[in-house]
Nanobody, 118 residues
Framework: VQLQASGGGLVQAGGSLRLSCAAS????????MGWYRQAPGKQRELVAS???????DYADSAKGRFTISRDNAKNTVYLQMSSLKSEDTAVYYC?????????????WGQGTLVTVSS
């Protein structure tokens, strides 16, 4: 099982981007999913999370600007980011709680770089 993230890139301040992250493999079940980010010189932080049932939670910095959603049929989570600021520049990682090979554990995507120019 692996997570593949995409959608990062360079955007001007005030612009928008949508990140996607899909889980793939055989015989697995996905529970909670989320997006984290790590800016240069800083610790990785949670941006947003979503349960399998669709309940969401956001970091204060993301509230009102970012929207997390998921498609359970596609095992995919999205992060719609709007009104981007230079401080949103970071590598964004998706994470998912997945049941596979008789155990639950957290999986991580490879990271996708978001650069916001001011």
């Amino acid at each position: 099982v692996q997570l593949q993230a995409s959608g990062g890139g360079l955007v001007q301040a005030g612009g928008s981007l949508r990140l996607s992250c899909a889980a793939s493999g055989s015989y697995f079940i996905v529970d909670g999913m989320g997006w984290y980010r790590q800016a240069p010189g800083k610790q990785r932080e949670l941006v947003a999370s979503i349960t399998r049932g669709g309940s969401t939670d956001y970091a204060d910095s993301a509230k009102g600007r970012f929207t997390i959603s998921r498609d359970n049929a596609k095992n995919t989570v999205y992060l719609q980011m709007s009104s981007l600021k230079s401080e949103d520049t970071a590598v964004y990682y998706c994470s998912a709680r997945i049941f596979h090979a008789s155990e639950w554990r957290d999986y991580w995507g490879q990271g996708t770089l978001v650069t916001v120019s001011s």
